[in-house]
């Protein structure tokens, strides 16, 4: 498909496991975003990639959260000990290029808490 | 204080009717902002970007006032279909996109 993936759609799980998010940019693009949205409120900033590289981390809420771009390309948001306060819709989103360029997102994993 | 806020409404107005949301932002460094159109439980989709000079796509009006630091955006001729919640979103240039809370808009029959 040309848009972001990302898998699974909905997750659920228990309180303290750990979970991995996974999210397939669109092909060539270099910027991959991570972002975190609950109800009633716009996107919250967790990570952006450029490239393999995260250079910029400072919205991850703690040392629980961590994601990685081996190469590149697919990411992975992994969460681990989650709380109930981690249920929300992951967003993951990714442009050709960083500043100033459109972001296209994908439609969310649905990350519920029990 | 966010660095991105809006009002959050719900507007609700009528077809045919003109409507405007107001965003502010915290940061000066920002350097481009855009506009993002989120529907129920769907991912947000870009509607339009706003650069200095502000800038008109049918519809829909942009505007940027850095002096102030706020940016507008105008939907004229509102139709039953523009209903979903609009996001003011600011580039630092520095880290990835930031989002305000969105402000919901119901256009009615």
């Known amino acids: 498909g040309a848009g972001v993936s990302q898998t699974p759609s909905n997750k659920v799980t228990e309180k303290g496991k750990y979970v991995e998010l996974r999210c397939d940019p669109i092909?060539?693009?270099?910027?991959l975003y991570w972002y975190r949205q609950s109800l009633g409120q716009g996107p919250e900033f967790l990570i952006y990639f450029q490239g393999t590289g995260a250079a910029d981390d400072s919205g991850l809420p703690n040392d629980r959260f961590f994601a990685v771009r081996p190469e590149g390309s697919v990411s992975t948001l992994k969460i681990q000990r989650t709380e109930r306060g981690d249920s929300a819709v992951y967003l993951c989103a990714s442009s050709l290029r960083a500043w100033g360029t459109e972001a296209f997102f994908g439609q969310g994993t649905r990350l519920t808490v029990v | 204080r966010k660095e991105v806020e809006q009002d959050p409404g719900p507007f609700n107005v009528p077809e045919g009717a003109t409507v405007a949301f107001n965003c502010t932002y915290s940061?000066?460094?920002?350097?481009?902002f855009f506009w993002y159109r989120q529907d129920c439980r769907k991912e947000p989709k870009l509607l339009m970007s706003?650069?200095?000079s502000g800038n008109e796509d049918g519809r829909f009006t942009a505007q940027l006032n850095r002096a102030s630091q706020y940016i507008s955006l105008l939907i004229r001729d509102s139709k039953l279909s523009d209903s979903a919640t609009y996001l003011c979103?600011?580039?630092?240039?520095?880290?990835?996109?930031?989002f305000g809370s969105g402000t919901r808009l119901q256009v009615q029959p």
């Open positions: 706003v650069y200095s």
């Open positions: 979103v600011g580039d630092t240039g520095r880290r990835a996109l930031t």
């Open positions: 092909s060539g693009h270099t910027a």
């Open positions: 940061n000066s460094a920002s350097q481009s």
